[in-house]
């Protein structure tokens, strides 16, 4: 049984930063794409990094230049580095692992508010 299980959210000022991980288990890990993805009240889930098994990223554009994505397949596990946030980044930030259209499996979610 595949789980990913999200740590690291919580409350930040803006400007300030937070990492976010998901430990990933059920899974091969090192073959699947793995990504986060986020969901502010009212609004669809959106992209925000993803890295496939052979390192290569996409970014979603609300996000270039201040978060970066990095895995270490050894502890099973994709982390989210989020600098210079804003309160436009407060969301539920998902995990999510993908293999091809086979496999697409989601964590439960880590709420991240940005405010002073």
């Known amino acids: 049984q595949v789980q990913l299980v999200e740590s690291g959210g919580g409350l930040v000022q803006p400007g300030g930063s937070l990492r976010l991980s998901c430990a990933a288990s059920?899974?091969?890990?090192?073959?699947?794409?793995m990504g986060w993805y986020r969901q502010a009240p009212g609004k669809q889930r959106e992209l925000v990094l993803s890295i496939s098994s052979g390192g290569g990223t996409n970014t979603g554009d609300s996000v270039k230049g201040r978060f970066t994505i990095s895995r270490n397949n050894a502890k099973n596990t994709v982390y989210l580095q989020m600098n210079s946030l804003k309160p436009e980044d407060t969301a539920v930030y998902y995990c999510?692992?993908?293999?091809?259209?086979?496999?697409?499996?989601w964590g439960q979610g880590t709420q991240v508010t940005v405010s002073s």
């Open positions: 059920g899974m091969i890990f090192s073959m699947y794409t």
């Open positions: 999510n692992a993908k293999y091809f259209s086979r496999d697409d499996y």
